[in-house]
């Protein structure tokens, strides 16, 4: 799908907001894919659905996460981590996406996973560095992303923990395995 019909498609589901984070995330996505090597194509494409379900009603997510047999101790975590696997089925359905790897990076854009593939990498980065981020430590990343993919996701996916942490939220187990896999593969270097 070319950028222009997927931008149509997603618009109709975003506030302006959403839209605009979505546009900084596939620039972001383009610029990392193409400093790093993945493929340019699907980190566009990856990067403009990544948010696709971000406003759907949790009735909606909930039973899709059930239907779909996701892991179903998603559900006891904090509803911001629905979005990412449901956006992966309904961008599958909705948008006759079916490349895998562009809907594995949509579903792993906010836990990520042991074993990240480097497009899964691309948009969980861009995602987090994007232009209209502001927040503590997102210029620390955007510095580490411009020299090493692997230091900078790290970086990003500890400052997640800790911001939850920070607000006594609990931390899906996905995103501390995350952590370790990335942490000790850099200890094997
Ligand atoms: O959808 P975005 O806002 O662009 O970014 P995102 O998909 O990374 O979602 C971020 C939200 O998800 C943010 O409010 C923190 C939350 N989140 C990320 N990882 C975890 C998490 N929430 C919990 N409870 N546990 C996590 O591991
Ligand atoms: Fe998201
Ligand atoms: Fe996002």
Do not use: C
Request: no cysteine.
């Amino acid at each position: 799908m070319e950028r222009e019909a997927a931008l149509k498609i997603v618009k109709e589901q975003l506030t302006d907001h959403r839209y605009q984070h979505t546009l900084g995330v596939m620039e972001t996505a383009i610029a990392l894919a193409k400093q790093y090597g993945a493929d340019e194509k699907k980190a566009e494409l990856a990067a403009i659905f990544h948010d696709y379900a971000k406003f759907r009603n949790k009735d909606e997510m909930r039973q899709i996460i059930l239907s779909e047999k996701f892991p179903e101790d998603l559900l006891h975590y904090h509803s911001e981590l629905w979005h990412a696997p449901v956006g992966a089925y309904l961008v599958e359905k909705e948008a006759g996406i079916k490349d895998k790897e562009v809907l594995n990076a949509i579903r792993f854009h906010t836990s990520g996973r042991p074993g990240m593939t480097l497009l899964e990498k691309v948009i969980y980065l861009a995602d987090y560095i994007e232009p209209g981020r502001h927040f503590p430590g997102v210029e620390d990343v955007r510095a580490l992303a411009k020299q090493d993919l692997d230091n900078a996701l790290i970086q990003a996916v500890k400052n997640t923990i800790l911001f939850l942490m920070k607000k006594n939220q609990s931390v899906y187990p996905d995103s501390y395995q995350t952590y370790n896999d990335l942490v000790m593969k850099r200890q094997e270097d």
